[in-house]
């Protein structure tokens, strides 16, 4: 049972376009929303997170928008970059248990 | 501050042989967690630990598999007798006592686990 479900699995925009990923939901007790990126041959490294109590957080070109109604999250990346070229994925957890990951999205930029 | 140390980075192992892959959390921190990730898959999850405590291991295969994170020293996983489908990275991951006010957890670099 996937408790975190993310499209699309795999993601080309030119350089200079606007990535988004998408991630859904069900249980309604997350209350920590997290985007991990990850290069080739590394471990995952938080990029931006969000809790469920605003509905839009932006660090530089990346941008979570949050809809708790629709138990949907998704992540923007804008003026997208070929150094942007990674692995994203999201995450859902509750304070004290454990982090249930999305399947993943491979986003190429093309320079 | 050194972050999350996981050795071996790569370990090769034939069929029956055991596994054992560490996991070092950042100072500071007492829970760790250990997922699997396969090529072209997302992380999944395996276990949760703190200190001396297994919190949660839903992940991990009832046999073969086992975790544990002593008072002193490295979180240990472990793989009994390894068949070729356990060839995989393995992450660990750490997180500070209270996870209320970052939630954020930290990765090593992974544990590349073949069997030949």
């Known amino acids: 049972q996937q408790q975190v479900k993310q499209s699309p699995q795999s993601l080309i925009v030119q350089k200079g376009g606007i990535s988004i990923i998408n991630c859904a939901y069900e249980?309604?007790?997350?209350?920590?929303f997290p985007w991990y990126q990850q290069f080739p041959g590394k471990g995952p490294a938080l990029l931006i997170a969000?809790?469920?109590?605003?509905s839009e957080k932006k660090e530089g070109r990346f941008t979570i928008s949050f809809n708790k109604s629709a138990k949907q999250f998704s992540l923007h990346i804008m003026d997208s970059q070929p150094g942007d070229s990674a692995t994203y994925f999201c995450?859902?957890?509750?304070?004290?248990?454990?982090?249930?990951f999305g399947t993943g999205t491979s986003l190429t930029v093309i320079p | 501050n050194a972050g999350v140390m996981q050795n071996p980075r790569h370990l090769v192992r034939r069929r029956g042989q055991e596994a054992r892959l560490r996991c070092s959390p950042m100072?500071?921190?007492?829970?760790v967690y250990w997922y699997r990730q396969l090529p072209e898959e997302g992380l999944k999850f395996m276990v949760y630990?703190?200190?001396?405590?297994?919190?949660?291991e839903s992940g991990m295969p009832k046999e073969r598999f086992s975790a544990e994170f002593p008072k002193e020293g490295p979180s240990i996983l472990r793989i009994q007798q390894v068949v070729r489908g356990d060839s995989a990275a393995y992450f660990c991951?750490?997180?500070?006592?209270?996870?209320?006010?970052?939630?954020?957890?930290?990765f090593g670099e992974g544990s590349r686990l073949t069997v030949l």
């Open positions: 995450a859902a957890s509750w304070t004290g248990n454990q982090f249930y």
């Open positions: 249980n309604t007790a997350f209350d920590y």
């Open positions: 630990l703190q200190k001396e405590n297994i919190i949660d």
């Open positions: 991951a750490s997180s500070p006592p209270s996870r209320a006010n970052t939630g954020e957890l930290f």
């Open positions: 100072k500071g921190h007492s829970h």
């Open positions: 969000i809790r469920p109590d605003v």
